[in-house]
């Protein structure tokens, strides 16, 4: 039996619970939708009409009556104030129980109506105004999600699978974090589905048009001691404007983000992980650039030095954001540029898990470079906005001109640790953080609809919606 029969049945039992059915939301309306979604299909988002020559999108054409619907169980709406005193409405809602421990991501598919998926390829629809949800078919990632017999690294759900997804112009991309037990090594893929598939057919499947290179090898001896794990990253944006869709790649565990790893593993070994990570044509500590991701798909490696980017934005002018987790402290928010290094691991505003552990002299440590903290290192670019202690930062969306009239044009993050959604925005040329609210939730996805609701994913299965 295979993993998607087995994931269908898990469904079926879930179903058979205690749900309790709902009518069908309203088909799409023609209303505006999020910047993940159907406002990069036109230059003229006003436009929602195809034209004599143009084929229907598949928001013009979905019936939500041909899927069976159940109530999602929302809470009331509370009024909140954020840090800086700005009146927002948050509500929350229990999301649909799987097999899977959480949610891993969210994306908008058409006007209001949002796919939720597992690492494991478990997918829900939710409409959110009515707050109801349909079961749809399940889809497989391309690794094992098992956690292998091998010494040299940690699988296993949800870290491994499907990590981010992104719907652009009918078609649904997701990032996939692969463990290849064939040839003993890890890296990203991105997947493509339409998304009429998806909601359509009985088993869709995914096409794969990237995976990272190198495959990075756990089968080392030495990686026993350091084994790969968590730091994969994952994050995709879009940009219309150069028909590029990018995919972030963490360094896989090889930065020493304790100097006690590179202890263990011997800095000899150290220095072999970090030819690959600083190898300028290496996708590992990366962002990749997919150039026409909806045909025949090229990638490159875009830009070098990060951790664990778990959140991404193309604005819509153009630039590209991104969020990146530091080791103790040092969390990031970079302007990203094609050629641009950003430093890890050999420069870092946080320090090493166990930096007090090890004399101040950096000449005492087991290498001299592996005191990273503000480290000068030529060539690398630094960030634009920092933040110690941690935040855990996720998603990055571009706020919208509609909504809360305070954080129009603004920059807004989410993140894990400080279970909140933070504002930035420019000063004098200088990222600075305007706001912050605590939704008191691990924040894993969050999108932002044209109308200004930002619409969440928590690590306890929520789905949090912030509006003004």
């Not at 190898?279 to 025949?296: E, G, K, N, Y």
Request: aromatic share 6%.
């Amino acid at each position: 039996m295979t993993r998607r029969h087995l994931l269908v049945l898990a469904g079926v039992l879930v179903l058979s619970a205690c749900q309790t059915p709902a009518e069908a939301p309203p088909a799409p309306g023609d209303q505006a939708s999020s910047g993940e979604a159907q406002d990069e299909q036109t230059a003229d988002p006003s436009s929602s009409m195809p034209s004599a020559n143009e084929a229907p999108s598949f928001c013009d054409t979905f019936d939500p009556a041909a899927l069976s619907w159940f109530e999602l169980g929302a809470e009331d709406p509370s009024p909140e104030q954020t840090d800086q005193g700005v009146s927002v409405t948050v509500s929350s809602a229990r999301l649909p129980d799987v097999s899977a421990s959480r949610y891993n991501t969210l994306s908008e598919i058409c006007p209001g109506f949002f796919v939720a998926i597992t690492h494991e390829g478990e997918a829900r629809l939710i409409a959110l105004e009515d707050r109801t949800w349909a079961e749809l078919p399940a889809i497989e990632p391309a690794g094992e999600l098992r956690n292998p017999p091998a010494p040299g690294i940690e699988g296993g759900g949800p870290v491994w699978g499907f990590r981010d997804s992104l719907a652009v112009n009918d078609t649904l991309f997701l990032s996939d974090a692969v463990v290849d037990t064939d040839k003993e090594c890890v890296y990203v893929a991105v997947h493509r589905i339409a998304v009429d598939q998806l909601i359509r057919e009985e088993t869709p499947e995914t096409e794969v048009i990237y995976q990272s290179e190198p495959c990075v090898s756990y089968a080392d001896s030495y990686r026993s001691r350091a084994p790969i794990k968590t730091h994969l990253g994952g994050a995709l944006a879009f940009s219309p404007l150069q028909d590029e869709l990018y995919v972030s790649i963490g360094d896989l565990h090889l930065g020493s983000s304790t100097i006690g790893q590179a202890e263990s593993i011997g800095i000899e070994n150290v220095e072999k992980d970090y030819a690959i990570l600083r190898s300028p044509t290496a996708a590992v500590s990366a962002v990749a650039a997919i150039s026409t991701p909806f045909d025949s798909a090229t990638g490159r490696v875009f830009s070098k030095g990060l951790r664990n980017s778990l959140g991404m934005t193309v604005t819509a002018s153009g630039d590209v954001w991104l969020s990146d987790h530091g080791p103790s402290g040092g969390d990031e928010l970079n302007h990203i540029q094609e050629g641009a290094d950003y430093g890890w691991p050999l420069t870092s505003l946080g320090q090493p898990y166990d930096r007090s552990s090890y004399p101040q002299d950096s000449s005492a440590l087991p290498a001299p470079w592996l005191d990273i903290y503000q480290a000068e290192i030529p060539g690398s670019t630094p960030p634009a906005y920092s933040w110690t202690p941690a935040v855990a930062p996720t998603s990055v969306v571009e706020y919208p001109s509609e909504g809360i009239e305070q954080w129009r044009g603004t920059l807004v993050m989410s993140s894990l640790r400080a279970q909140s959604v933070i504002v930035l925005s420019q000063d004098s040329g200088n990222t600075v953080e305007q706001d912050r609210l605590g939704v008191g939730e691990r924040i894993r996805d969050m999108v932002v609809t044209t109308g200004g609701d930002l619409v969440m994913v928590t690590d306890s299965s929520r789905l949090v919606v912030v509006s003004g």
